[in-house]
């Protein structure tokens, strides 16, 4: 066998693996601003839609669309997630069989924290959300994790996100290269394209909220969390982030990841950041 | 468990408007779970407003009435305070009953 080409073959691979690793921190480093990318993300949705208010986004397509306002309106009074919502009050107030509960796990005994969520831990080195750090106290004290996607997860966060309402969305990125990372990651994650469709996130939600998809008004992504869990006439029923990550993954032919993927929880502490500053108004409806 | 039913009831003027909220799969008996069998028929077959013992809202439901129904509708009568009565029964023979006093 004849080396040369080997070894040629494996200078051009190092070469190459060296010019990688010299551009990327130096690229990543050009372009993670956070706070510049919040203020870009909402320049360009009220640049979109100069009629709303910051605060009106949370209300995602029922803000863009005057006939569906109105429906919007008469639905608050008499919302279909209630049902939810007091299902989530007395789950989070019964104790764990070791007497501890949810109160014990959560600042402020759980009560007005979800703009908190979700957050960046320094010791893990990932990001925590809602959803996760409602699991993990429920394992803490022994007790079975929920399922990710509906019922109980949906009414407990319902409840902790009804008790929020109002509070600004309040996301943290560490003084941390790997916080930063999170969010780049997360945002990457957001407009890459995959599936059979190749629409990325950002397809649908940046480049065309308020278009109709079929029947359907585009919600645009900023603000989009900030009414989760939701009620969906569609699903016939309430769906956490988690389930709404999935199912837009699917929605455009895609593979889901399991909920509360790393990447899921990075994509959810990116586009939480970028919706700071607008109220929770979760749980919200949606068609 | 708490009441499948929500209801709320306001008087203006000589009429009362009603909303109720009613917790329900109405299962229609054409759908499969996710194993690929029927899912059997579960409806309400008969919902029932009475106030003052008087019955303003009788409707007979099928199949075709979505989960978690939602009706609103208003009637003549009804005076701040009175008694509204609400009931329902579904073909597997349960029923819920509440009672909400007119606002």
């Not at chain 1, 908190?116 to 022994?142: Q, S």
Request: with cysteine; net charge neutral.
């Amino acid at each position: 066998m004849n080396l040369r080409p080997a070894i040629r073959l494996a200078s051009v691979a190092f070469g190459l693996a060296t010019l990688l690793s010299a551009a990327l921190p130096a690229g990543a480093a050009d372009s993670a601003d956070p706070a510049a990318d919040a203020k870009a993300f909402q320049n360009y949705f009220t640049t979109k839609f100069p009629k709303l208010k910051l605060a009106d986004f949370v209300n995602g397509p029922y803000s863009l669309n005057e006939d569906m306002h109105r429906q919007w309106v008469e639905k608050e009074e008499f919302p279909p997630y209630e049902f939810s919502l007091e299902m989530g009050k007395e789950m989070f107030a019964k104790p764990f069989k070791n007497g501890k509960g949810y109160a014990d796990c959560f600042d402020n005994g759980g009560i007005g924290v979800r703009q908190n969520y979700p957050y960046f831990d320094e010791k893990e080195g990932k990001v925590i959300t809602l959803e996760l750090a409602l699991n993990r106290c429920r394992e803490a004290n022994g007790e079975a994790p929920l399922s990710y996607m509906k019922d109980e997860m949906a009414a407990l966060t319902a409840y902790m996100a009804f008790t929020s309402r109002g509070k600004p969305f309040d996301i943290k990125i560490p003084n941390d290269p790997r916080a930063l990372a999170a969010f780049e990651n997360g945002k990457q994650y957001f407009y890459t394209r995959r599936g059979q469709l190749n629409f990325s996130c950002a397809s649908c939600h940046v480049q065309n909220p308020g278009q109709r998809m079929r029947a359907e008004i585009l919600a645009p992504a900023l603000g989009i969390l900030n009414a989760m869990p939701i009620y969906r006439s569609e699903w016939g029923g309430m769906g956490t982030i988690s389930r709404r990550f999935t199912s837009c993954n699917s929605q455009t032919r895609g593979v889901p990841l399991e909920p509360q993927s790393d990447e899921y929880r990075d994509l959810e502490y990116y586009l939480s950041y970028v919706s700071n500053g607008l109220p929770i108004s979760g749980p919200g409806a949606r068609p | 468990m708490a009441s499948t039913i929500r209801v709320r009831a306001t008087a203006t003027g000589d009429t009362t408007e009603v909303q109720a909220l009613i917790q329900h799969p109405m299962d229609s008996g054409f759908v499969k779970d996710a194993k690929g069998n029927l899912i059997p028929p579960h409806f309400i077959q008969q919902l029932a407003f009475e106030c003052d013992g008087k019955t303003v809202f009788l409707a007979d439901w099928g199949t075709a009435v979505s989960k978690d129904p939602y009706i609103k509708f208003s009637f003549k009568g009804g005076n701040k305070g009175d008694d509204l009565k609400i009931s329902w029964v579904d073909n597997k023979g349960a029923s819920d009953t509440t009672t909400a006093k007119i606002q």
